[in-house]
């Protein structure tokens, strides 16, 4: 078998979220249709996040093996051929056999984007949440400030998800301050479902002065969901990038992805 791993971009407002469901569409399902189409025969991915119904992609990674070999720019430009506007491979690199995008990943980044602005321009409204001009960022930015290490993130984990143990690794966290827009990026080792948005969610109380920043330090404890904040909404969200160890994707593929180059194995727009 022949392993390849695609990074996928795509706006989540259309999807039920990521995993193929039987009665909504999804980006899985999108996909692995227009791989279909492109390849003649049935074809499964695996993809790194499992993001929820409208939860957008910048860096998705996904995993695919197929019988024979096929050229990364086919891959790229074949795929998106038969892809709607709103999902788009963005690069395609072979990779040793055996390769899986989730189970071999050591890391994800995720931004949420807020904004003070009276009124979000319809350009940025679709990937934007907007709160009041008052919240306080350095009190938000104080509390972030705990989330770096390991910890339990029971308090921000969505019913319903499938991790059997809420200890988590966080290498970064953090907020970008560009106008009236508010950037949270966190870098972390996997996430816990709905983790993000409900670590925003609640941070935005703190800004707002409805709990403190220990209090929010507090709930990394072990806390039950019912003590933090709300769910923040999805539109907001994106999977920045997924991290994997060199053996599985060679450097010489990220730097090619990254410098915009191509080389025999990679392939980027």
């Known amino acids: 078998m022949h392993s390849y791993r695609l990074i996928l971009s795509y706006r989540g407002e259309r999807y039920a979220g990521w995993q193929r469901q ?9 996909l692995e249709a227009a791989l279909e189409s492109l390849l003649g025969a049935p074809v499964r991915v695996a993809g790194a996040g499992r993001t929820d119904a409208g939860v957008h992609a910048r860096g998705q990674a996904v995993s695919l093996e197929l019988a024979s070999p096929f050229p990364v720019r086919g891959l790229v430009h074949g795929t998106n051929h038969h892809l709607p506007a709103d999902v788009r491979v963005m690069a395609a690199t072979a990779t040793p056999p055996g390769f899986h995008a989730r189970k071999h990943a050591t890391g994800k980044t995720y931004s949420y984007r807020l904004s003070r602005a009276p009124v979000i321009s319809p350009l ?13 960022l350095p ?10 290490g390991r910890h339990d993130f029971t308090a921000f984990a969505s019913a319903g998800g499938s991790h059997t ?5 966080m290498q970064v966290a953090g907020w970008q301050e560009r106008g009236e827009e508010l950037l949270f990026r966190i870098t972390g080792e996997g996430f816990l479902r709905g983790m993000v948005r409900a670590l925003v969610g609640t941070l935005i109380e703190v ?5 403190t920043p220990e209090a929010f330090a507090a709930l990394l404890a072990g ?5 933090a904040g709300p769910t923040a909404p999805a539109h ?9 160890p060199s053996a599985w ?11 915009g180059g191509g080389g025999a194995t990679d392939v980027v727009l």
Not at 22 to 30: D, G, M
Not at 249 to 259: F, G
């Open 124 to 136: 940025d409204a679709p990937y934007t949440v907007r709160v009041p001009s008052e919240i306080d």
């Open 22 to 30: 039987e009665n909504a569409p999804t980006v899985q399902a999108t």
């Open 223 to 227: 806390a039950g969901r019912e003590a």
């Open 236 to 244: 907001g969200l994106v999977l920045e990038e997924v991290f994997y």
């Open 249 to 259: 994707v060679p450097p010489h593929a990220e730097h090619a992805e990254n410098a």
């Open 165 to 169: 143990q809420p200890l988590r690794t």
């Open 207 to 211: 800004g707002m002065g409805r709990r």
């Open 139 to 148: 009190r938000m930015a104080r509390a972030t400030l705990c989330l770096p």
